[in-house]
């Protein structure tokens, strides 16, 4: 079998051509982690490689995580779980779904793709996963399934830090700044704990509200770390954008033929290209862009895009 997270997995550097950095004499980099794989790829890849490792290590029986109906954690989890043999278990958020199933897998790419991959999907209610962490949640869920390793909703632990500091590579250290879509904070941790001192890691929340500062509390290993949050480009929370948003990710792969989805990487760039145009940058000032996945999104938004009758992702 191939071993999907066997060895040192790095991605391309690809410089930008684009009139507004010309413009503003900004240098733009995307490291193309959207590369590593059609499905685990980006974040996502570094997340679960140490977990799944550790998994095959403890000869656990089940892989089981949580996520929404359209999250690309849970895809990428029944995609790793098949690559090593693990049957995947996948708690997901909306116990109404469950009610119509055949239906839902014809609307809902991203749970039809667990399922093909051998996903056992679980449904429960709103208020049932809000107690997703509890003893007692997690003691029952072992009752149904045997035992099992946990990865949380997300994917964030400390081993899928350990995976997100092998983003960064030696020829990355010449860059002024770094960018990364924020969730969890695991990912924007591991490239905190990589990076070098005399760099500025920008980190570009895609969710309202300030748990994340505690969350890189907990995983951010050097207090000298230069980090922000730059938290005005999230569109309203998670999952949710406008028109706008919408236009400059078609514009972008337009520009520079890479593809951007609304949840994470889009919501970055958009606020990173909004910044430079109002000259918060420097001229010269060299900038890395980390494009963290999440493509197979892509299909489902453009779902909900077409019944509302508005523009599509391209």
């Known amino acids: 079998m191939n071993k ?28 193309r982690e959207d590369e590593l794989h059609p499905i685990v790829s980006g974040n996502k890849f570094r997340k679960l490689k140490y977990n799944v490792l550790e998994a095959l290590k403890q000869q656990k029986k089940v892989l089981l ?33 469950a009610a119509k199933m055949p239906e839902l897998l014809q609307q809902n790419p991203t749970l039809a793709h667990a399922v093909s991959e051998g996903m056992h999907l679980k449904f429960v209610s709103r208020e049932a996963y809000r107690s997703k962490t509890t003893p007692e949640f997690l003691a029952a869920l072992e009752e149904e399934f045997g035992s099992y390793y946990l990865v949380p909703e997300g994917g964030t632990n400390t ?9 960064l590579s030696e020829e990355d250290k010449k860059f002024h700044y770094i960018c ?3 969730g ?69 792969k337009l520009a520079t033929s890479i593809p951007l989805e609304p949840i994470y990487t889009g919501k970055m760039l958009f606020g990173l290209f909004d910044m430079i145009a109002k000259d918060q940058f420097k001229p010269g000032t060299r900038i890395l862009v980390v494009h963290t996945g999440g493509l197979q999104g892509i299909a489902g938004i453009n779902q909900q895009l077409k019944k509302k009758n508005k523009n599509l992702i391209v």
């Open 180 to 182: 990364a879509a924020v």
């Open 159 to 167: 081993l899928a830090v350990k995976g997100c500091e092998e983003i």
């Open 65 to 97: 995580t949580f996520g929404g109906a359209y999250s690309n954690h849970i895809a990428a989890a029944a995609t790793a779980g098949k690559y090593y043999g693990i049957p995947s278990v996948g708690v997901i958020r909306g116990e109404e779904l």
């Open 184 to 252: 969890t904070g695991g990912t924007l941790s591991g490239i905190i704990n990589a990076a070098e001192t005399t760099q500025h890691i920008l980190g570009f929340p895609a969710l309202k509200g300030d748990f994340l500062q505690a969350e890189l509390k907990q995983f951010v290993t050097d207090n000298t770390k230069q980090y922000r949050l730059i938290s005005e480009y999230h569109f309203g929370g998670y999952a949710k954008w406008n028109d706008a948003l919408i236009s400059f990710i078609n514009a972008f």
């Open 4 to 31: 999907l997270f066997s060895g040192k997995t790095s991605s391309r550097n690809q410089s930008i051509t684009h009139p507004l950095l010309q413009a503003k004499g900004i240098h733009l980099v995307i490291k």
